[in-house]
């Protein structure tokens, strides 16, 4: 009886390490706004607590695990370590394919910041409102993101919207006229653009495009979800 008692405690007390150490880790970065974080802060430190109590309980407490629960158990112990031992690291490109790129709502948009100094999702929010490509032509342009495939185009610099998680992410992206003659980058590059706004024909029309002057493989950003 002590045993499974010890075996509920421990089970309480892993899951609450693999939240505290996700927050301390900076995992929670890559999976949830930081707005959230202390939720899972909370949640870390009540496991904790729970598991110390199991361990108290369980010296009083009667009965007995049946083999099915003692199983569960010992799957759900499995299951926290190996994510203490091997991390989730999310493919922000995978995930942009399983997702609508169509944002539920338009959030304010900000014309105080000059063309140079917009972020790419405010670049993408501007060009959802004003979407013809001569109002922005020439434009300076310096954004960051990661490469995201585009059936049927090229690959789009994107970002990733979330209001709450990666399970309500939103992509974002802008198409790029990639430097003739160099290799397309991969799939999940993160790249800072240096360039200017122009335009070209896409199917029936003209859309805005970043024609970059220079571009450099920049390292994830420790927090790369937007709101």
């Known amino acids: 009886m002590k045993r499974d008692g010890a075996l509920r405690a421990l089970g309480l007390g892993l899951w609450g390490v693999v939240l505290l150490q996700s927050a301390v880790s900076g995992r929670l970065d890559l999976l949830l706004r930081a707005v959230f974080h202390p939720l899972v802060w909370g949640g870390g430190l009540v496991l904790l607590a729970l598991a110390a109590l199991e361990l108290r309980w369980s010296a009083r407490a009667n ?27 999310p493919s922000f490109a995978d995930l942009s394919a399983n997702r609508s790129r169509e944002l539920l709502e338009e959030p304010a948009l900000n014309f105080v910041l000059p063309p140079g100094q917009r972020s790419l999702t405010e670049w993408v929010r501007l060009l959802r409102s004003e979407p013809d490509p001569k109002l922005h032509n020439g434009d300076p342009v310096r954004i960051s993101g990661f490469v995201l495939p585009v059936p049927g185009d090229r690959p789009q610099l994107a970002r990733l919207l979330v209001r709450c998680c990666l ?21 999940d590059q993160w790249l800072e653009l240096r360039g200017v706004m122009a335009s070209e024909r896409f199917e029936d029309g003209l859309r805005s495009v970043v024609k970059p002057t220079l571009m450099r493989p920049i390292p994830r950003p420790e927090r790369p979800l937007e709101p």
């Open 167 to 187: 399970v309500d992410a939103t992509p974002v992206g802008l198409p790029v006229l990639w430097p003739a003659g160099q290799p397309v980058p991969k799939a």
């Open 63 to 89: 009965g007995r695990l049946a083999p099915r629960q003692r199983a569960g158990l010992l799957l759900g112990c499995a299951a926290a370590v190996a994510v203490l031992l091997l991390p989730p690291r």
